[in-house]
């Protein structure tokens, strides 16, 4: 009976005010998500001078102008600079994902015991010191070698991208129990995220013309106001008052880890960790498996992005901040995508006849998601196939109507086809979801580890025999085996 009368203060206290809940993690997610992005185009800049100066310095010291510049269309010409920055942002962005790949599950003891938001505000110590430490490289140039830029990313064994997207869908889904709600809310964060890789680099872009440096310190401004904004959040394993037992949730939660948490041996808990993550998937029906495949297949397809600003720097000889207004230009149909034309369909879907949790049906997120696979293998062959800018253009508008792919993917997670409602699971697991986007995560970013390094060696490659197009060319075979993996996914 008492079960009974606290079933609904639990429930109450997982999805408080969701929407103020909604907008205080989109606010974190534009804050984080946009310093990111300023980071990176400018990143590539910083590298490519260094590389500049000193190829021009050796070879042909005439075209150094006294305050030490080179013109930046000079650098497109070389092989050997693109190779160098290539490999250089390759090892950077791997040396970021390895780090945060490996410290997922240690780290997820820390939200276990000092909460999500403690774990977020962790989140934000790396992301600042890389962004810091590349300030640092390109001020002192003279007294730093450009090999020190690499270290930028070490501190990611405090957390990166894994396990910051995990906390946000897992917040996320914990808001509501309606499907057409939930996949909302998926849009809405994949609205901000998308909008923000590609309105970042025009941002970018525009700074950088003014100042080199500028937009790593409006970078870690925006890092510096994500502060106050986790404070915000409100974490639903750490609402007080509650039990000891409930305000130890950790990111992927396990009764049987719980047992483990007074030993003092870090790497027993770890182990008993990953094996809880292998007997959840095991326990699952076939078509989690499935879709864990196709997160790390897209994830893996994906990496290619990273690639655009070099990939039309150097093809078509364009500056750093002219291919940044090229990419700008694509967020109006990810925005317009992500945050009218999906939520739009999902709410069409609505039928009076149909209880909310049901009104998508996992038919149609099977449906979307494959459509979306379509368009992200034509894009990907057009991207490749783009000999000027004026192909190049409709070809990234075509890639974007892949972006809503991980709004239905991710609506799947909650299918009964997928996670069916276990009462065993359900009693002995608070936030069951928690551990399954954590999951997602994981693979995702395993997916991203592995793209990192072959989407960086495929480039350089390319450069070495002018097929620049082969990332991508590589990237459609990738989607093209996503939609081979979704034929086996059976829903009801």
């Known amino acids: 009976m008492r079960d009974d009368v606290d079933a609904p203060i639990r429930a109450a206290r997982r999805r408080p005010h969701p929407k103020l809940a909604i907008l205080a993690l989109l606010a974190l997610l534009l804050l984080v998500n946009l310093a990111t992005s300023l980071y990176q185009l400018p990143l590539n800049r ?81 992301r600042l010191f890389m962004i810091s430490w590349t300030v640092v490289v390109a001020y002192f140039e003279k007294s730093l070698p450009l090999k020190a830029v690499v270290a930028g990313p070490s501190l990611s064994v405090l957390g990166g991208d894994c396990v910051f997207n995990s906390i946000i869908y897992a917040l996320a889904a914990s808001l509501t129990d ?71 949730q950790p990111l992927i939660s396990s009764p049987t880890l719980k047992a483990q948490s007074s030993r003092a041996s ?59 207004y090229l990419l700008s230009a694509k967020a109006i149909v990810n925005f317009t995508l992500l945050t009218l034309v999906v939520p739009g369909i999902l709410n069409s879907r609505r039928s009076p006849d149909q209880p909310q ?3 998508l049906s996992d038919r149609d997120n099977v449906r979307y998601a494959r459509i979306c696979l379509i368009f992200s293998v034509l894009g990907a062959l057009a991207i490749a196939s783009a000999v000027t800018v004026l192909l190049l253009f409709p070809s990234l508008l075509l890639y974007s109507l892949g ?26 697991s608070a936030e069951p979801e928690t551990h399954i986007f954590s999951i997602v995560m994981m693979v995702k970013t395993l997916g991203s580890l592995v ?11 390319g450069i070495a025999t002018e097929t620049l197009g082969v990332p991508y060319l590589v990237s459609a075979a990738l989607y093209l085996s996503a939609i081979a993996v979704f034929a086996g996914i059976k829903v009801r």
Not at 202 to 224: V, Y
Not at 266 to 290: A, D, F, G, M, Q
Not at 451 to 461: I, S, Y
Request: aromatic fraction near 10%; proline fraction near 6%.
């Open 46 to 126: 910083v590298i490519e001078r260094r590389l500049c100066r000193e190829y021009y310095g050796t070879h042909d010291p005439s075209v150094i102008d006294p305050d030490g510049n080179v013109d930046e269309k000079l650098c497109k010409k070389i092989g050997s600079i693109q190779q160098s920055l290539a490999w250089t942002i390759g090892i950077m962005d791997t040396l970021w994902i390895v780090g945060d790949f490996v410290m997922t599950i240690p780290i997820g003891f820390i939200a276990e015991k000092y909460g999500r938001r403690t774990v977020l505000w962790l989140n934000l110590v790396p």
């Open 178 to 248: 309606d499907n057409v709600v939930r996949a909302t809310y998926f849009s809405w964060i994949n609205a901000v995220s998308y909008v923000v890789t590609f309105v970042g680099p025009g941002l970018a872009g525009a700074t950088m013309t003014l100042n080199l440096l500028l937009p790593f310190w409006i970078g870690i401004c925006l890092l510096l106001l994500a502060i106050p904004i986790v404070s915000l959040l409100i974490d639903p394993a750490h609402v007080p008052p509650v039990s000891e037992d409930e305000q130890r």
């Open 266 to 324: 870090i790497l027993t808990p770890v182990i008993e960790r990953v094996r809880t993550l292998h007997s959840i998937v095991k326990s699952h029906p076939r078509n989690l498996t499935l879709l864990l495949i196709s997160f790390f297949i897209t994830s893996l397809a994906s990496s290619d992005t990273k690639l655009l600003a070099q990939y039309i720097s150097k093809r078509y000889h364009w500056e750093f901040a002219s291919a940044g």
């Open 357 to 359: 949790s049901q009104s």
């Open 403 to 428: 972006a809503a792919l991980p709004v239905f993917t991710l609506g799947l997670l909650k299918s009964p086809s997928v996670s069916p409602k276990d009462t065993d699971q359900a009693a002995t």
């Open 451 to 461: 793209g990192a390094p072959l989407m960086a060696t495929l480039w350089v490659r």
